[in-house]
């Protein structure tokens, strides 16, 4: 049973640039969360999609934009990147109704 | 003040020893309390899993809420070196898909 996927594992940007990041969720998980960890902080929240639409959204500027497909996989978009914008990024996969968060490995991206 | 206060560490212990790590919070809304431990360059796993006050056990694990206190525990027992990870208190205000907040996490090292 596949867990959740995210790709790529790591990224190099340069400022002012996009980036879009991707995952798939576990088996039987309608919902997608995503979040930003930089280094030695906790996971903070950005936001969440079911039924490919935007849940809840952290404290994130509109410049974190994301998407989720009829097949529950999830894109997260960052526009005009910031070196502050320089952390790995989870996707975390749920039921709605039961949560049981799982979470994949993350892409880290750093901007340079 | 933060939602939820974690002291990151680092702790270092030898093996076989008592270990504690500790969370406070301030939201008196929280009623679900996780454990995650991160191993490096990992995504998050649930460790513990508890609901509103009291003990949970699991083998060499013990998950403690005190709702009156805003005061979470995680006792780890004979620790092992593959214990050695960082550990990230989390809460919930209510079940299902709602936004998980984390602690800044508190990383552990084992020395055999």
Same mark, same amino acid.
């Given at each position: 049973?596949?867990?959740?996927?995210?790709?790529?594992?790591? %990224?190099?940007?340069?400022?002012?640039?996009?980036?879009? %990041?991707?995952?798939?969720?576990?088996?039987?998980?309608?919902?997608?969360?995503?979040?930003?960890?930089?280094?030695?902080?906790?996971?903070?929240?950005?936001?969440?999609?079911?039924?490919?639409?935007?849940?809840?959204?952290?404290?994130?500027?509109?410049?974190?934009?994301?998407?989720?497909?009829?097949?529950?996989?999830?894109? %997260?978009?960052?526009?005009?990147?910031?070196?502050?914008?320089?952390?790995?990024?989870?996707?975390?996969?749920?039921? %709605?109704?039961?949560?049981?968060?799982?979470?994949?490995?993350?892409?880290?991206?750093?901007?340079? | =003040?933060? @939602?939820?206060? =974690?002291?990151?560490?680092?702790?270092?212990?030898?093996?076989?020893?008592?270990?504690?790590? /500790?969370?406070?919070?301030? /939201?008196?809304?929280? =009623?679900?309390?996780?454990?995650?431990?991160?191993?490096?360059?990992?995504?998050?796993?649930?460790?513990?899993?508890?609901?509103?006050?009291? /003990?949970? @056990?699991?083998?060499?694990?013990?998950?403690?809420?005190?709702?009156?206190?805003?005061?979470?525990?995680?006792?780890?027992?004979?620790?092992?070196?593959?214990?050695?990870?960082?550990?990230?208190?989390?809460?919930?205000? =209510?079940?299902?898909?709602?936004?998980?907040?984390?602690?800044?996490?508190?990383?552990?090292?084992? /020395?055999?």
């Amino acid at each position: 049973d596949a867990g959740v996927t995210q790709s790529p594992t790591h %990224l190099i940007k340069t400022r002012g640039q996009q980036v879009t %990041l991707r995952c798939s969720p576990k088996s039987g998980h309608d919902t997608v969360s995503w979040y930003q960890q930089a280094l030695g902080q906790g996971p903070q929240f950005i936001f969440q999609y079911y039924e490919e639409e935007e849940r809840q959204r952290g404290n994130f500027p509109d410049r974190f934009s994301g998407h989720q497909f009829p097949n529950y996989s999830s894109e %997260l978009n960052v526009n005009a990147l910031l070196l502050g914008d320089s952390a790995l990024y989870l996707c975390a996969s749920s039921s %709605l109704s039961l949560g049981g968060y799982t979470f994949g490995s993350g892409t880290r991206l750093t901007v340079v | =003040q933060k @939602e939820v206060e =974690q002291d990151p560490g680092p702790l270092s212990v030898p093996e076989g020893a008592i270990v504690s790590l /500790n969370c406070t919070y301030s /939201n008196s809304a929280f =009623q679900y309390f996780m454990w995650y431990r991160q191993y490096s360059r990992k995504g998050p796993e649930l460790l513990m899993y508890t609901y509103s006050s009291g /003990n949970k @056990e699991d083998g060499r694990f013990t998950a403690q809420v005190d709702k009156s206190s805003k005061y979470i525990s995680l006792f780890i027992r004979d620790s092992q070196p593959s214990d050695s990870a960082t550990y990230l208190c989390a809460m919930l205000t =209510q079940g299902g898909s709602e936004k998980l907040v984390f602690g800044k996490g508190t990383k552990l090292t084992v /020395n055999p």
